[in-house]
């Protein structure tokens, strides 16, 4: 099972006036675990783009646990969930670093598009080599 | 059936690098419209704030459609999904203005705090009384 | 002397967790101020890019008078300055809808870049013509 | 001099349609250089609110050199600027890791309020003895 984890500090900027981190911003943590995943195993945006193709989201969900506040340090694991789809998917854990306590899950799901935004029924070559 | 519309413009900072809505943005436009569906029915932040309850999100979704770029503008339609739980549960539909295209949809559900964090199993007395 | 008035609702997002709104998104403001001048005007993002140049901001400022709070809405008033360099600069006012209240001044300054990035010396002819 | 320098890596969804860091996002750099220093030196927002002080932001400037793009690595060094007014300036310079290129540099300037937004017209104890 491929899985990476990404150390992340929480932002003052990323905290609402209920002094929690805003929710909206998970899906960035979740951003960095995936980019951090791919830059471990060749799959960040950047090296997509080499191939000229895009990966937009098409899904996204998040189960919030418990609160991250200003001064957390976390992390996100992320873990790539194998399918036999034209597809990318990945599950996230996002845990608090003092203790190991579970803040919030998720998944994502990504397809391949060409450079004009038209959608590939199969993975391409590259992801195909990759898998 | 409770729901509200709301219309947004695509702010310059709301685009990604491939010239699409970054799909992070979305939960700002499920707010927006969450927002306007509370204070057109009396169940906005700021009100259920004066009854001493917080209401964060703990469980939120979204299918991406089709991108919307900078220059659109659009829809939000926020649908109230009357729930026995001690909750709150919103659909989303996100349209383009221009030709009504459906962009994204979506789902939210929010849990009532006390202002120490303590949830509440059972629906505070104002949002019985709302219902 | 060319100006815009925009108006804009505070978003909840936008909140930080001292209950005002977050200093950075003052610049969000400020160019969604531009963006609405520039439609007026024909100088927004999309005109410019049309004539194959890029007018990043090489220079902003703020200067924060009173906080914002959610539930505000304001008013930015976007104003031309004139000057002889290959620059755009603008200058910006930003207040409260209820009472006129000024919370923040600024301004930015653009300059003009081919597609590759180069600078441009002297203003396109597209933005002479425009002046 | 008292400075302090942190390290940043740019986010995928920090990045506009230019491909280059939308610049409102710089502001989010210098805050983190701020928090940088404040957790070295004792002068961070959690500190200071123990103090029973908001110090908020009411000047802000930045000059944008060089575009980052995604993928870069920043520093941003933080020197504290000592004046004799109750204010509390910084100066910030962002460069680029792999190179030490200097991608811009601004200055912040933030005030003592107490926590019903009045402001303080000299130091609060606790800052004449950081000082």
């Not at 911003?25 to 960095?32: A, S």
């Not at 001064?71 to 789809?85: M, Q």
């Not at 003092?98 to 070559?125: H, R, W």
Request: aromatic share 14%; with cysteine; charged share 25%.
């Amino acid at each position: 099972m491929l899985t990476d984890r990404k150390e992340i500090s929480v932002r003052f900027s990323e905290v609402d006036s209920m002094k929690i981190v805003w929710h909206g911003n998970y899906l960035k943590y979740f951003e960095d675990g995936r980019e951090s995943f791919g830059l471990r195993y060749n799959l960040g945006y950047l090296e997509v783009y080499r191939h000229n193709v895009m990966i937009p989201i098409v899904k996204v969900n998040c189960d919030f646990k418990k609160p991250l506040v200003y001064g957390d340090e976390l992390f996100v694991e992320t873990k790539y969930i194998p399918t036999e789809a034209a597809k990318i998917v990945f599950e996230y854990v996002v845990s608090r670093k003092k203790d190991g306590e579970i803040m919030a899950t998720g998944s994502s799901t990504q397809v391949f598009l060409t450079p004009e935004g038209e959608l590939l029924l199969n993975s391409p070559a590259f992801y195909t080599g990759w898998k």
